[in-house]
């Protein structure tokens, strides 16, 4: 099983409307997720983190199922500007060789 | 400004010519590291450094050398490139290991013909 899984999409909506879209980890111990914002060919840029209550950042909602071992992302209102892909990122707790492990991200096309 | 600078952005060398790509973060980070990234794999660490003088592999590390004479550079060398080493690489760098945001490099685009 990889160790970040995601839809790699691409996911073509239109403008206004709500999308919604899934990444699961397998490392149980992980201990922080968030998810970045790649433009295309550009660096990756924190988008949020994903913590165990929820939050949400104005159109977008960010929520972690630990038992289920799955981070969620939802953005509502999507503007033709949410166009990028998302990427999941995991922290494996304490012993882990790095602080991320990415998934290799979905692909959002916000369609006028 | 806060950011992670790279350089040069584009490169394009022969197979065999050692090349060096320049990282330097103005944060006063402690951790640094390089990742590539390859169509349908996504991005994958190639070295990290926890501190000066404290470096280690990551995921691919083979290829590749680094270095971390100073807090604030972590160089990615390629003694000697092959054509598989064609990738775009970013650095990136965070407070502490297994802390806070990452912060990234702009990229660095190196073909290897």
């Known amino acids: 099983r990889k160790e970040v899984e995601q839809d790699p999409g691409p996911f073509n909506v239109p403008e206004g409307a709500t999308v919604a879209f899934n990444c699961t980890y397998s490392n149980s111990a992980s201990q922080s997720f968030f998810w970045y914002r790649q433009d295309c060919r550009k660096e990756p840029k924190l988008l949020m983190s994903v913590y165990s209550s929820g939050n949400e950042d104005g159109r977008f909602t960010a929520q972690l199922n630990r038992a289920s071992q799955y981070i969620s992302l939802l953005i509502r209102d999507s503007k033709l500007s949410d166009s990028a892909t998302y990427l999941c990122?995991?922290?494996?707790?304490?012993?882990?060789?790095?602080?991320?492990?990415f998934g290799k991200g979905t692909h959002l096309i916000i369609q006028p | 400004e806060a950011q992670v600078t790279q350089n040069p952005r584009y490169l394009i060398t022969v197979t065999g010519k050692k090349l060096t790509v320049t990282c330097s973060q103005n944060?006063?980070?402690?951790?640094m590291s390089w990742y590539r990234q390859d169509p349908g794999l996504g991005l994958r660490q190639i070295y990290y450094?926890?501190?000066?003088?404290?470096?280690d592999k990551g995921d691919v590390p083979e290829g590749y050398k680094v270095s971390r004479k100073e807090k604030r550079n972590f160089p990615l060398i390629l003694e000697s490139p092959s054509p598989n080493q064609t990738s775009l690489y970013f650095c990136a760098s965070s407070l502490y290991r297994g802390r806070g945001e990452a912060f990234f490099g702009q990229g660095t685009r190196l073909t290897v013909v």
């Open positions: 944060m006063n980070h402690e951790y």
């Open positions: 990122v995991v922290r494996p707790g304490r012993g882990g060789a790095d602080g991320l492990t």
């Open positions: 450094s926890m501190n000066v003088e404290v470096t």
